[in-house]
């Protein structure tokens, strides 16, 4: 059965920085697109990045822009998202799953998660 795996999170300060990892098992990854969504306090889960099986992204939140970064090792069957200068806002359980398709920013079009992993941004 599919499995995803979320890690790397922690309580960092503002402006530092944080390398969340998602691994996934039981389906051919060098096919699927990847996304990272987040779930802030009472809030709705969102999208944050997507990487596509060739290994293109994109970023759907303006916040991040220039900030994360989502990158992919197929060899491991890992995606990454490497989130710099964080601010308290990013503050969220970060999620990831992948999509046998294109990216889409709706998590109802992805099928299979994980558990997720904390970021807290806090002083």
């Known amino acids: 059965q599919v499995q995803v795996v979320e890690s790397g999170g922690g309580l960092v300060q503002p402006g530092g920085s944080l390398r969340l990892s998602c691994e996934v098992s039981g389906l051919p990854f060098d096919n699927y697109a990847i996304g990272w969504f987040r779930q802030g306090p009472g809030k709705e889960r969102e999208g944050v990045s997507c990487?596509?099986?060739?290994?293109?992204?994109?970023d759907y939140i303006n916040s991040v822009k220039g900030r994360f970064t989502i990158s992919r090792d197929n060899a491991k069957n890992t995606v990454y998202l490497q989130m710099n200068n964080l601010k308290p806002e990013d503050t969220a359980v970060y999620y990831c799953?992948?999509?046998?398709?294109?990216?889409?920013?709706?998590?109802?079009?992805?099928?299979?998660w994980g558990q997720g992993t904390q970021v807290t941004v806090s002083s």
């Open positions: 990487i596509r099986s060739s290994g293109s992204s994109i």
């Open positions: 799953a992948p999509r046998h398709s294109f990216c889409t920013t709706s998590p109802a079009n992805y099928d299979h």
